[in-house]
């Protein structure tokens, strides 16, 4: 899926003179606290980190409540999806107008009708709203369903997404994944045999090969039996 990435960056972690016994848990504490919001700095929604102090010697810093800082190195997991991107969540309700769809387990994401393509038919079956393509009957969305769905939008500050369902290459992960790997076989298969049918047309052309070692056998007795001629005469 895209939007995610990994960054590698250097801290500086300020710590509590009362936390001097507890540095390593101060500054898990401390780097809990990015979790799960947009950090400009690091330019993405901080999902995970893995974090190296650096030195275990602490610079005070002079002031009413002298903190000390602790450098550390850290490689952090970051979500930042931009317009464009392919997303993949779960969709968690749907209605005639609107899919309400889940990334990561955290961000929100909705994709409105307008942004839902022709092929998809609003249905309610046994009591399950559902979206059945026109196309594929095979092709539905529902609750549940994993969706691969195009960014519209990101709402940094409430961790929001706007989607889009219009191209050809988003909707059911299952559905697409299925099609492709069937279509990739198929293209494979397809190819195989048109390499046999060439190898057979080929074989057809080729003038058949001659043994070697059969004609030099040939050669010596036709040249013997020349000689033999010319010796009677």
């Known amino acids: 899926m895209e939007g995610l990435k990994v960054s590698d960056v250097d801290l500086t972690v ?14 898990l504490r401390e780097l809990s606290s990015l979790l799960f919001k947009f950090n400009e700095t690091f330019d993405g929604v901080v999902l995970a980190y893995d974090a190296n102090v650096q030195s275990k010697k602490a610079k005070i810093l002079p002031g009413v409540h002298p903190y000390f800082g602790v450098k550390l190195t850290a490689k952090l997991l970051l979500f930042h999806p931009r317009p464009d991107m392919l997303l993949e969540g779960k969709v968690v ?13 955290f961000s929100a994401a909705i994709i409105t009708e ?5 092929e998809f038919k609003y249905k309610v079956k046994r009591g ?27 709402n940094e500050e409430i961790l929001h997404i706007s989607g889009s369902l219009l191209p050809a290459h988003t909707g059911s992960v299952k559905w697409l994944t299925k099609t492709t790997d069937e279509w990739s076989h198929a293209v494979r298969t397809s190819t195989k045999q048109k390499i046999s049918e060439g190898r057979q047309e080929m074989q057809k052309h080729e003038k058949p090969m ?10 010596r ?3 013997k039996s020349k000689r033999q001629r010319s010796e009677d005469s």
């Open 221 to 223: 007795k036709h040249k």
């Open 114 to 118: 307008e942004d839902i393509r022709e």
């Open 93 to 105: 309700k749907l209605g005639q107008q609107l899919i309400h769809v889940i990334v990561l387990g």
């Open 210 to 219: 001659v043994d070697v070692a059969t004609f030099l056998n040939t050669d």
């Open 128 to 154: 399950q709203e559902v979206f059945v393509s026109t196309s594929h009957k095979q092709h539905k969305i529902k609750v549940g369903t994993i969706l691969r769905f195009l960014v519209k939008s990101f």
């Open 14 to 27: 300020y710590v509590h003179p009362s936390k001097a016994n507890k540095v390593s848990q101060a500054i």
